[in-house]
């Protein structure tokens, strides 16, 4: 969902997003995530990993003779224990966590560029400007239909430095793997 978020942002111009920025870019996330996504994942998961350990526990019971003097004379038992209640929250937790999944993943996306979910040949697509532009990925890019340049007499909609127009309904365009309506 952070992906597509990010993908449907270039319908503004804004700078890539990459490991080494230079120019315009910018810079990946520490947690790879933005921080409105990475620090809930990590209280939840950190939630569900100390309910869980309290869950479940080893149990040692040492029995001593009452009448013997002699330290070795004992004998133990280990067991597994279960704490109820912990069980409880630890399951009530995970049915409220997908419940809120549920509820956040429902589709009220509306994209602005086609849709490549993690499509390493559709985001390749979407990324070949045209050729007098010269490093467009060190300014900021934005996606649309790249003025008066077409290819087999269809538009051309790429990621471009440069002034681009939102396509329009009902018409073909040209990306770099073929013609797209």
């Known amino acids: 969902m952070a992906g597509e978020e990010e993908w449907n942002g270039l319908t503004k111009r ?8 230079h ?6 996330y520490f ?3 933005p921080y409105k996504w990475a620090v809930p994942l990590i209280v939840v998961s950190t ?5 869980l350990s309290q869950t479940f526990f080893l149990i040692r019971v040492d029995y001593f003779p009452v ?11 280990s067991a597994c224990g279960i704490s109820f209640a912990s069980l409880a929250a630890f399951c009530g937790i995970c049915v409220l ?15 602005g560029l086609p849709q490549v979910e993690n499509c390493s040949l559709m985001i390749s697509a979407a990324c070949h400007p045209a050729p007098d532009e010269v ?5 900021p890019v934005q996606w649309g239909v790249i003025s008066r340049r077409t290819v087999d007499g269809h538009l051309l909609c790429s990621l471009s430095s440069k002034p681009v127009h939102m396509p329009r309904a009902k018409m073909s365009y040209f990306r770099a793997r073929g013609i797209v309506h």
């Open 47 to 51: 939630t569900l990993h100390w309910v």
């Open 67 to 77: 009448d013997s003097q002699e330290a070795d004379s004992g004998r133990s038992e």
């Open 135 to 139: 490093e467009p990925h060190l300014r």
């Open 14 to 21: 804004k700078g890539l997003r990459v490991t080494e920025p």
């Open 97 to 111: 966590l997908c419940g809120l999944i549920a509820y956040l993943s429902r589709p009220n996306l509306i994209p």
């Open 23 to 28: 120019g315009d870019q910018r810079s990946t």
């Open 31 to 33: 947690l790879q995530l």
